[in-house]
């Protein structure tokens, strides 16, 4: 059986983290680059803020 992942670039600040993790496969967590900061890196990683 074959498989995709599929990958969605998170915690950048667009407000959709919650509903991509219930989608996705896995996941790239911006940690202050591009548009992401701690806080958004850290609501992604742990599901709160």
């Known amino acids: 059986m ?3 992942d ?8 667009a407000g959709n983290d919650e509903q991509l993790l219930d989608i996705i496969s896995s996941a790239n967590i911006a940690c202050g680059a591009h548009a992401g900061d701690e806080h ?3 609501y992604s990683k742990n599901g709160q803020s």
């Open 2 to 4: 074959k498989q995709i």
């Open 6 to 13: 599929l990958n969605a670039d998170i915690g950048e600040g």
């Open 40 to 42: 958004n890196a850290g």
